[in-house]
């Protein structure tokens, strides 16, 4: 079992995060493979698929059978619902479903649209006089973390003390088997609570004075399932505070730095920029910002691929070598913004699929038509680029390009 416990740490590996793939061709070759520590890797797509959709998967670490830091200090944390299952992840789910999307908020995401064009085009109007940016601070970072705070209902000015907590807790969920990983968790955790409690107390302070915010409907409307309780409001409000803001920043980053490494795929963009959807659904197979899922757990013995796994271990779910599995896309190390049938796994399956698929995709469509129809020349400084540490959410840390100018 050696072989695959190298696998592993060689996936999480920071030498390896500026190019991971072929890494999970050896991963997909391999089947599911045992590691020495007893949890089991999936990196094929039609099993993980079938592993997201199958009840004897659960996303909560308590039923884990080898020791584990995180589900032993739950009592300190409460945890969100991307940490239950179904019913108390449903019941969670939709609660804070309500404001942000369907059957009760239908236009929310919609109504946006203006705004994020506005932040949009601020943030780029903002770089004239400049021949040299940094994407991420400059552009990609400062987009969804606006967006997140309006709409949770977060001052803006704040974020330099929730940035601080949001890059302890991402370490938190590292799950790199260093020397280092039980420092992180216990960091990540104290990192979660004073989280919780900055974005409760911002949530109180809203009752009983309605504004148009989620904190504030979460407190004032809470509807027929009877809302949550603080506990529960401050472990959703971090959840999407952190999803909101870690995840969509890569996968505009992730693009502009795929599209300069695929000059025909921009020059086709400039021209057609309505295919700027289907090139967002094209990078969330190719460039993902999600790799891995690392908290999921057996309930039970299961079978995958003529492989047992026991239960009460962890499963580890490869998301992004799933979505380059050519058993299921046509020459999946292509990218091909046109590509048709791409039902990748960027935004996961099952129960669990991203809640905020719809704003992440109206966010990156609006910033990269923006920013290929203005940027004038852009060019890649670095390639590739320095990234960030985390196996788990994938992206450059910096971008460094040189512009020859801005279009209005
Ligand atoms: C490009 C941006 C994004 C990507 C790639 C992404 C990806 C994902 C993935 C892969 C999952 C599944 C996790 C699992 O199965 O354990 C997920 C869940 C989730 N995402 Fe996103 N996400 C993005 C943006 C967002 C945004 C903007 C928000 C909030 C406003 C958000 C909120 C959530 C929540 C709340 C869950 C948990 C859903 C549940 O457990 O039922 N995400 N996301």
Same mark, same amino acid.
């Given at each position: 079992?050696?072989?695959?416990?190298?696998?592993?740490?060689?996936?999480?590996?920071?030498?390896?995060?500026?190019?991971?793939?072929?890494?999970?061709?050896?991963?997909?070759?391999?089947?599911?493979?045992?590691?020495?520590?007893?949890?089991?890797?999936?990196?094929?797509?039609?099993?993980?698929?079938?592993?997201?959709?199958?009840?004897?998967?659960?996303?909560?670490? !308590?039923? *884990?059978?080898?020791? $584990? /830091?995180?589900?032993?200090?739950?009592?300190?944390?409460? #945890?969100?619902? +991307?940490? =239950?299952?179904?019913?108390?992840?449903?019941?969670?789910?939709?609660?804070?479903?309500?404001?942000?999307?369907?059957?009760?908020?239908?236009?929310?995401?919609?109504?946006?649209?203006?705004?994020?064009?506005?932040?949009?085009?601020?943030?780029?109007?903002?770089? !004239?006089? *400049?021949?040299?940016? $940094? /994407?991420?601070?400059?552009?990609?970072?400062?987009?969804? #973390?606006?967006? +997140?705070? =309006?709409?949770?209902?977060?001052?803006?000015?704040?974020?330099?003390?929730?940035?601080?907590?949001?890059?302890?807790?991402?370490?938190?969920?590292?799950?790199?088997?260093?020397?280092?990983?039980?420092?992180?968790?216990?960091?990540?955790?104290?990192?979660?609570?004073?989280?919780?409690?900055?974005?409760?107390?911002?949530?109180?302070?809203?009752?009983?004075?309605?504004?148009?915010?989620?904190?504030?409907?979460?407190?004032?409307?809470?509807?027929?399932?009877?809302?949550?309780?603080?506990?529960?409001?401050?472990?959703?409000?971090?959840?999407?505070?952190?999803?909101?803001?870690?995840?969509?920043?890569?996968?505009?980053?992730?693009?502009?730095?795929?599209?300069?490494?695929?000059?025909?795929?921009?020059?086709?963009?400039?021209?057609?920029?309505?295919?700027?959807?289907?090139?967002?659904?094209?990078?969330?197979?190719?460039?993902?910002?999600?790799?891995?899922?690392?908290?999921?757990?057996?309930?039970?013995?299961?079978?995958?691929?003529?492989?047992?796994?026991?239960?009460?271990?962890?499963?580890?779910?490869?998301?992004?070598?799933?979505?380059?599995?050519?058993?299921?896309?046509?020459?999946?190390?292509?990218?091909?913004?046109?590509?048709?049938?791409?039902?990748?796994?960027?935004?996961?399956?099952?129960?669990?699929?991203?809640?905020?698929?719809?704003?992440?995709?109206?966010?990156?469509?609006?910033?990269?038509?923006?920013?290929?129809?203005?940027?004038?020349?852009?060019?890649?400084?670095?390639?590739?680029?320095?990234?960030?540490?985390?196996?788990?959410?994938?992206?450059?840390?910096?971008?460094?390009?040189?512009?020859?100018?801005?279009?209005?």
């Amino acid at each position: 079992m050696a072989a695959a416990d190298t696998l592993f740490r060689r996936i999480t590996d920071y030498a390896n995060r500026a190019d991971p793939y072929p890494l999970y061709a050896e991963l997909r070759e391999a089947g599911v493979v045992r590691q020495d520590d007893g949890s089991y890797l999936v990196g094929t797509y039609h099993e993980i698929a079938g592993l997201l959709h199958d009840p004897r998967i659960s996303s909560d670490r !308590r039923n *884990r059978t080898v020791p $584990d /830091l995180l589900a032993s200090r739950e009592a300190d944390v409460q #945890v969100s619902f +991307i940490g =239950r299952d179904d019913p108390e992840h449903e019941r969670l789910r939709n609660i804070a479903m309500r404001p942000f999307g369907p059957p009760h908020s239908p236009g929310r995401v919609d109504a946006m649209h203006d705004e994020i064009t506005d932040i949009t085009t601020r943030l780029i109007d903002a770089l !004239r006089g *400049r021949d040299r940016i $940094d /994407l991420v601070e400059d552009f990609a970072y400062p987009l969804p #973390v606006t967006v +997140i705070c =309006r709409m949770l209902g977060v001052p803006r000015e704040d974020e330099p003390k929730f940035h601080a907590w949001t890059e302890t807790v991402i370490a938190g969920f590292d799950p790199s088997p260093d020397s280092n990983a039980e420092e992180r968790q216990r960091a990540g955790l104290a990192a979660r609570k004073a989280m919780g409690e900055y974005l409760g107390a911002l949530a109180e302070s809203r009752r009983g004075k309605p504004s148009d915010d989620l904190l504030s409907a979460f407190v004032n409307d809470p509807g027929p399932e009877g809302g949550f309780t603080r506990p529960e409001l401050m472990a959703t409000a971090v959840l999407l505070l952190l999803a909101g803001h870690e995840t969509t920043v890569n996968l505009i980053t992730n693009g502009v730095l795929t599209l300069l490494r695929h000059p025909e795929a921009l020059e086709l963009l400039r021209g057609e920029p309505e295919l700027m959807p289907s090139a967002v659904e094209e990078l969330l197979r190719y460039e993902p910002p999600v790799h891995l899922l690392p908290q999921r757990t057996a309930l039970t013995d299961v079978e995958v691929a003529g492989v047992t796994i026991p239960k009460g271990v962890p499963v580890i779910l490869v998301l992004a070598s799933g979505s380059r599995d050519p058993r299921r896309f046509h020459e999946p190390d292509r990218f091909d913004p046109t590509r048709k049938d791409n039902q990748h796994l960027g935004f996961g399956s099952g129960v669990h699929s991203c809640f905020g698929a719809p704003l992440a995709r109206i966010e990156t469509q609006i910033a990269l038509t923006e920013l290929v129809r203005r940027l004038d020349g852009p060019r890649l400084l670095q390639d590739p680029p320095p990234f960030r540490r985390s196996p788990v959410l994938r992206g450059p840390r910096h971008l460094p390009l040189e512009l020859a100018g801005l279009k209005d």
